[in-house]
C-alpha cells in the first residue's frame, strides 16, 4: 500500500507545526516561523488568544452541541449580532466556506423558485474565482485544474472576466438568478473590483430582480479594515458568503441574507447538523467581540498602510523579482516577475517566514489582524534577507 493515510490531495510542505504562540508557530522540529499566512486568512486573532480560548473551554464544558431541532439561544444570538453589524436581516450558520457559498447558490435559486421563476437558476461567475471545494462550488469557480476528474460539473454557472462589467451584462438571459462574485479575489490573486463593477452589478441586479450574492469568505471579517469588505463599495449585497476568519481557527461560516432573497428558504429547505452549534457560537462571539468595533477595523487599516508602505519602500530594491503591492487593509498580494511558489517555498524554509502563493502570480500577505509594529519589522526583515538570498529561476514571461 503507497497512499498515505491522510488522502494525499494537498501538496504538503515540511513544516508541521505543533504550537501556536500569537504570530508566531512552532513546529515539531522547533523551528519558530513567522505566520503571515495566518492559516488563509483564518486566525485573525493569531494563535492562542486567551479571549477566544476562554470562550470555547467554557462553552465546550456547558453545552457543545445539539441538534437544529431545538431552540438555538446561542445561535440567535450571533444571528441578531451579525444581522445588526451587516445588510442581513438572516442568517444561516455552516462549518466551512464552501457549505456558506452552497447555503447562498441555494438561496437565490429558491428565491426565484418562490416567486414562480423557477427557470431562473443560473449564477453569472467570474474567472479565477475560487469558491470552494463542494461539486456545486467548483462549478461556480471558472478553474479548469479544479475540474479536472470531476465532470460532470453542476449546470447553472456561466463565467465571465472578472471586473468586467459589460461581460457580466452581455452573459445575463432569460435564465440568469444573479452574479455571485468575490469583492476581492483572494486565490485568484488579491485583486480587488473596482467600484464601478461592482456598483454595476448591484445596479443590474435591481433592474432585473437578479440576486447578488457576495463571497467574503475570505476578504471578510474586519481583514480589509472594514467589517466586510462590500462596505467600502458603497452598497450592499442580498447574499453574502462569510466563513475562514469568522471563528478565529474554529470551524465556522455562515451564509447571510436580506429578508426578501431568503424568501424560498423556508422550514425543510436547507439543513446542518453541526451547523451554528453552541461551541461554534461561541467561537464566532469571542472573534466579534474583538475585531466588529471601529477602534479595532482602524488599527487593521493602519498597519495595513504601514505594512505596504514598508513593502512598497522596500521592493524597489528588487525590481527584477517584484513588481508592486495591491489589496486592502491586511489582505496584500505581492506582485511578482518570477514564480511565486518558488519564492513562497524559499521565503519559507529559508527564512522562517510563511505567506501563501496565489493566482496572477501573487504572494498573500495575510496576517493575523493583532500583529504589532514588532511583527512588521519582524516580516521586513525576513522579507529582505529573502529577497536578497534568492536566485530566482527564469523570470516568468
Ligand atoms: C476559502 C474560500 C472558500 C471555501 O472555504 P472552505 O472553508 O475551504 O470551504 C470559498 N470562497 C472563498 C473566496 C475562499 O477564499
Given at each position: 500500500m503507497s497512499i498515505t493515510p491522510l488522502m494525499p490531495v494537498y501538496p504538503r510542505c515540511g513544516v508541521r507545526p505543533v504550537r501556536g504562540e500569537h504570530c508566531h508557530l512552532i513546529s515539531e522540529d522547533g523551528t519558530r516561523y513567522l505566520d503571515f499566512a495566518s492559516g488563509i486568512a483564518v486566525n485573525l486573532l493569531g494563535h492562542s488568544n486567551e479571549h477566544l480560548i476562554g470562550a470555547i473551554q467554557k462553552q465546550a464544558a456547558t453545552l457543545m452541541h445539539v441538534s437544529n431541532l431545538y431552540g438555538s439561544p446561542q445561535g440567535e444570538h450571533l444571528a441578531q449580532r451579525l444581522v445588526d453589524l451587516t445588510f442581513a436581516d438572516t442568517v444561516f450558520f455552516t462549518n466551512s466556506g464552501a457549505e456558506a457559498v452552497e447555503c447562498a447558490i441555494k438561496t437565490a435559486r429558491a428565491y426565484h423558485s418562490s416567486v414562480?421563476?423557477?427557470?431562473?437558476?443560473e449564477l453569472i461567475t467570474f474567472k479565477n474565482a475560487f469558491h470552494g471545494r463542494t461539486m456545486a462550488t467548483i462549478s461556480a469557480s471558472k478553474q479548469e485544474k479544479m475540474h479536472k476528474g470531476f465532470l460532470p460539473l453542476l449546470e447553472g454557472f456561466k463565467y465571465v472576466d472578472f471586473d468586467d462589467l459589460e461581460g457580466a451584462k452581455a452573459a445575463m438571459g432569460p435564465n440568469t438568478a444573479g452574479f455571485l462574485v468575490e469583492p476581492i479575489q483572494g486565490e485568484g490573486g488579491i485583486r480587488d473590483a473596482s467600484d464601478e463593477f461592482l456598483k454595476g452589478l448591484r445596479a443590474l441586479c435591481d433592474e432585473h430582480d437578479l440576486v447578488l450574492i457576495f463571497?467574503?469568505?475570505?476578504?471578510?471579517?474586519?481583514?480589509?479594515?472594514?467589517?466586510?469588505?462590500?462596505e467600502q463599495y458603497g452598497i450592499t449585497p442580498d447574499v453574502m458568503a462569510t466563513a475562514k476568519g469568522i471563528g478565529g481557527g474554529f470551524p465556522i461560516g455562515a451564509c447571510l441574507a436580506t429578508e426578501k432573497a431568503a424568501r424560498?428558504?423556508?422550514?425543510?429547505t436547507h439543513g446542518s447538523t453541526?451547523?451554528?452549534?453552541p461551541l461554534a457560537m461561541a467561537a464566532g462571539e469571542a472573534v466579534l467581540d474583538v475585531v466588529a468595533n471601529e477602534e479595532f477595523l482602524g488599527e487593521v487599516r493602519a498597519k495595513g498602510e504601514r505594512l505596504r508602505g514598508r513593502i512598497e519602500q522596500f521592493i524597489g530594491n528588487y525590481p527584477d523579482l517584484f513588481i508592486g503591492v495591491r489589496g486592502r487593509g491586511l489582505m496584500l498580494g505581492l506582485m511578482m516577475k518570477v514564480e511565486p511558489r518558488p519564492f513562497v517555498a524559499h521565503m519559507r524554509d529559508n527564512h522562517q517566514l510563511l505567506t501563501v502563493s496565489a493566482g496572477d502570480n501573487t504572494v498573500r500577505v495575510i496576517?493575523?489582524?493583532?500583529?504589532?509594529d514588532s511583527h512588521i519589522d519582524e516580516f521586513m526583515e525576513r522579507l529582505s534577507a529573502a529577497a536578497a538570498s534568492y536566485a530566482p529561476e527564469a523570470p516568468v514571461t
Open positions: 414562480g421563476n423557477d427557470h431562473k437558476y463571497d467574503e469568505v475570505q476578504c471578510g471579517v474586519a481583514r480589509t479594515g472594514t467589517l466586510y469588505a462590500y424560498g428558504m423556508v422550514a425543510g453541526y451547523g451554528g452549534n496576517p493575523p489582524l493583532v500583529i504589532d
